[in-house]
C-alpha cells in the first residue's frame, strides 16, 4: 500500500495522484482528496464524442490547436492540489505549442476551452463549482452542455453567462474566432 493511501487525512499533490493504481471507478483529485465519480452514461459519452468531433474539426481546419477528451486532466488548483477531468476542451498553439505531447503530463497552463456535459448524476452545485475552478484556472471560456434540454451555457470570467437555445447556434469568437455550430448537433 503506498503511503498516500495509508494514511487517509494527509493531502495528495497532483504528482502523487497520478501515480497511484488506476484500479477502480474513475476519480478526481479535489483539494488534495481523492474524490470518486460516477462512470458517465453512454449518452454522455456519445454527445462528449459529438463535441469533440466537431470541435476538433475546426481546429484542425484552421490549424489552431489541439482539441482533445477522454476526461484529460486540468490543474485547478495547487496547494492544496486540484486535478479535474475535463470532458472536451481546447488548447491553441499559443498555449500549447506545437509538437509532440508525448511527454506531457499536464500542461502549467490552463487550456483556452472547455465543455462539460452535464451527467444525470451530477448537481447543479458541483457542475457550477468545476467550471468556477476552471475559470479561476484561467480558461477563457466554458461551455456547459445539458442532454436533458439540448441547451448550453457559456461562461467567461466577470462577465454575465451566455445561453444558447437548443435551436440556436454556437459561436466562440473570443475563442474559436469563426465556428459556428447548430447547438443540435452536438445531440445527434
Known amino acids: ?6 494514511d ?16 477502480g471507478p474513475p476519480t478526481e483529485l479535489v483539494r488534495g482528496r481523492v474524490v470518486e465519480m460516477t462512470p ?3 449518452y454522455h459519452g456519445y454527445v462528449c464524442g459529438n463535441v469533440l468531433g466537431i470541435v476538433r474539426a475546426f481546429v484542425r481546419a484552421n490549424k489552431l490547436g489541439r482539441a ?12 492544496p492540489d486540484t486535478l479535474r477531468g475535463a470532458d472536451v476542451m481546447y488548447y491553441s498553439y499559443a498555449r500549447l505549442p506545437a509538437g509532440s505531447l508525448a511527454n506531457v503530463k499536464y500542461p502549467p497552463i490552463a487550456p483556452d476551452l472547455i465543455f462539460e456535459v452535464v451527467s ?7 457542475v457550477l463549482a468545476k467550471m468556477t ?3 479561476t484556472a484561467g480558461v477563457t471560456a466554458v461551455c456547459v452542455v445539458n442532454p436533458r ?5 457559456v461562461y467567461r470570467d466577470n462577465q454575465n453567462p451566455e445561453p444558447v437555445a437548443a435551436d440556436a447556434e ?12 447548430p447547438l443540435r448537433e452536438f445531440f445527434e
Not at 444525470?120 to 458541483?126: G, H, M, N, V
Not at 434540454?149 to 451555457?153: C, G, I, K, L
Not at 454556437?170 to 455550430?181: E, S
Open 68 to 79: 482533445m477528451s477522454n476526461d484529460t486532466g486540468v490543474i485547478t488548483h495547487r496547494d
Open 40 to 42: 458517465p452514461t453512454i
Open 120 to 126: 444525470p448524476s451530477d448537481r447543479w452545485s458541483q
Open 8 to 23: 487517509p487525512t494527509r493531502l495528495l499533490t497532483v504528482e502523487e495522484y497520478v501515480a497511484l493504481p488506476d484500479d
Open 170 to 181: 454556437l459561436t466562440l469568437p473570443d475563442v474559436l474566432p469563426g465556428f459556428r455550430v
Open 149 to 153: 434540454d439540448q441547451t448550453a451555457v
Open 1 to 6: 500500500m503506498t503511503p498516500a493511501i495509508a
Open 133 to 135: 475552478e476552471y475559470l
